[in-house]
């Protein structure tokens, strides 16, 4: 069973609003924290969001706190990002990620594991 999959990515216009999914398989959807992270050759890779999925708990990268919303579906082993308000500067390679070692930080560690990514463009 592959451990993440996320859903095909969009092109958006600025200001608009797109929604990712990432399926977490069963072994992998346990009391763990899972995220979305996002790269650009000139930014390079930066966490954007990560939930604790026993208690709930959420952070953010301050860029986006206030537009973007991850949450989860606990039934369905599913991790969403709701992203609104889209800019430019958010268009990126965004990959779910689980197994991070420090939730609160947003931080990868040496258990985590990577979906394929998925492409977010959005245009001005």
């Not at 977490?24 to 000139?42: I, K």
């Not at 969001?49 to 206030?66: E, F, H, K, P, Q």
């Not at 965004?94 to 947003?106: D, M, N």
């Amino acid at each position: 069973q592959v451990p993440l999959v996320e859903s095909v990515g969009d092109s958006v216009q600025a200001g608009g609003s797109l929604r990712l999914s990432c399926a977490v398989s069963s072994t992998t959807y346990t009391n763990n924290c899972v995220g979305w992270f996002r790269q650009t050759p000139g930014r390079g890779r930066e966490g954007v969001a990560t939930i604790a999925i026993g208690s709930g708990n959420t952070y953010y990268l301050d860029d986006v706190r206030g537009r973007f919303t991850i949450s989860q579906d606990k039934a369905k082993n599913m991790v969403y990002l709701q992203m609104n308000s889209l800019k430019p500067e958010d268009a990126a390679m965004y990959f779910c990620a689980a197994g991070l070692s420090r939730c609160w930080a947003l931080s990868v560690g040496g258990s985590t594991v990577w979906g394929q990514g998925t492409q977010v463009t959005v245009s001005s």
